[in-house]
């Protein structure tokens, strides 16, 4: 008898699905401590908001579920005197009368292990009437005692018998738009400054301005580094916005060139320059320092690369200064045209006998 009367609730409802427009519902929670979050411990309900634009409605079949993504073990379903297997669920005077041919929550797994998970069946002669506005229509009184994530969503309840007796079965189309989900916080302000602890940059220091600097997320009152985003990355005690090698431990911050680099991360510890020509010989070493010359090559051993050296093969590098390196200057004196009537290969400024052909300059007496 029992399954005859339910076929026949449910061949009502199904009949009374005329042209659809669009029914919402939406969820919400009282109190919020803010917008998207529930005090860890206190009293809250979820709300049921309705708006039935889709004709008279003469019944609905309308599962849903409570849940927690992140692993909120358990929730307490307070006992309001109302509906369900908790008294938990409140209805509101004006929609309660419109069910008075059925009006049936079904508890599946609501017995605050979540997830819980729950079914409002209604049937009704007279009807819901469309054009009413949105308006709170149901209320589920709850707690929660640990901090994480709270949902509620419409489902499909398994293991029905018969299947499909618990889905959603409503006008179509009503939209939910689940899920709806809210933070479950420690709704505390220890530091007194106006800002609640799960928002609050600094949770124990006094800041209200929660300013911060770096943006890192930690504000200025209690970060150790306000300019330094990645907070002393090398771990010296010394913020990154300062530190003179701030990926490189190095607490002394020794750094002999003077350069701004510290020696620990300093290619070229002491030259300033850091390889200035880019050979990959320090400046302070190369014998080349401006000039590029990854050999160091050095013809005549005097601390001075060829490729730099105007005399790569006199060590002396033009003595005299006329202009002549001294491995190809016919006199040691100064004699910058090189002058040599006699042709002996001896300038004529040095020779002994500038007109008499004597490249060994020999002189007896």
Known sequence: MKTKWFVLIFGLIILSAGAANANTIRAAVSPEVAPGYISVGEPFTVDIYMNNTDG???GYSWPLAFYSPDGIPSITHRNVGGFGPFGSITMSADYLAYWIVLNQWTGFSFDG??????????VSLSGWPEGLGEQLNVQFAMQIDEVG????????IPNQQPPGKFDWLFDYPTTFNGPYCWQVVI????DGDG??????????????????????????ACDNCP???DNDADGD???GDVDNCPTTYNPSQADND???????????PDDPDNDADGDGICGDVDNCPTTYNPGQADNDGDGLGNECDDCPNDPDNDADGDGVCGDIDNCPTYNPDQADIDGDNVGNICDNCPDVYNPGQEDSN
């Open 113 to 122: 292990n979540l997830a819980d998970t729950i079914n409002h069946t209604t």
């Open 227 to 229: 300019n330094d985003p």
């Open 187 to 190: 709704y505390v302000d220890t």
């Open 149 to 156: 994530t709270f949902c509620v969503d419409s489902v499909s």
């Open 195 to 220: 800002v609640l602890d799960f928002e609050d940059n600094c949770p124990a220091e006094y800041n209200p301005g929660q300013e911060d600097d770096d943006g890192d997320g930690q504000g200025n």
């Open 237 to 239: 005690n010394v913020c």
């Open 258 to 268: 003077g350069d701004g680099l510290g020696n620990e991360c300093d290619d070229c």
């Open 56 to 58: 008279l409605v003469l």
